[in-house]
């Protein structure tokens, strides 16, 4: 049996993202977005997307690989994720959103798809994890001047300060 090479979403010489990757986001972003898969099977696709992600041996090539998998489904189905809040569910979209957000248009299409005040409520209880991916993505999303008054309405202040002030010290890991 012969095993074909795992595509990757390392740089071309034109620094796009390769057609076999394409092929995989597509299908991927399918799955993620499609109401018939189950939601094991779109938490699956999510992870898969951040393997892609992770193989990036730039950010230009990362910034290429989210503008191929960033779309407004995608973000309302990790957004579904995110809400149902089921582990490791959750931690793999907001891993996710925070990969897309390395491209510009994929940070004003977090923001349009409404997740900002739903990550800051869900950054609030114990979930280390998912608080560390979460503020990773609105550390991401602060560099982009446009989304500031949206980041402020959503609380993100406000989370801070409670973060600040908590005397545990996993709170910021």
């Given at each position: 049996?012969?095993?074909r090479?795992?595509?990757t979403?390392?740089a071309s010489?034109?620094?796009?993202v390769?057609w ?16 018939t898969?189950?939601a094991?099977?779109?938490v699956?696709?999510?992870?898969r997307?951040?393997e892609?992600?992770?193989s990036?041996q730039?950010?230009e090539?990362?910034?290429h690989?989210?503008?191929a998998a ?15 809040g ?28 409404g ?7 869900a950054l609030?209880?114990d979930?280390p994890l ?8 609105l ?5 982009m ?13 406000k ?7 908590s005397?545990?010290p996993?709170?910021?890991?």
């Open positions: 049996m012969t095993t090479p795992r595509p979403a390392a010489s034109s620094s796009a390769g076999e990757v394409s092929a995989v986001v597509v299908a991927h972003c399918g799955t993620l977005t499609s109401v898969s189950a094991c099977e779109r699956a696709a999510a992870h997307l951040n892609l992600f992770a990036c730039s950010r090539a990362a910034g690989l989210a503008s960033c779309s407004l489904a995608v973000v309302v189905a990790l957004l579904d994720l995110l809400v149902d089921t582990p490791p569910g959750a931690e793999i979209a907001v891993q996710l959103m925070s990969h897309l957000s390395v491209h510009p248009a994929a940070c004003e299409t977090i923001e349009k798809a997740v900002l005040p739903v990550l800051v409520a609030r209880p979930e998912l608080r560390a991916e979460g503020l990773r993505l550390a991401a999303l602060a560099e001047p446009s989304l500031a008054a949206p980041l402020v309405r959503a609380g993100t202040v989370l801070l300060g409670v973060l600040a002030a005397t545990d996993e709170c910021w890991h």
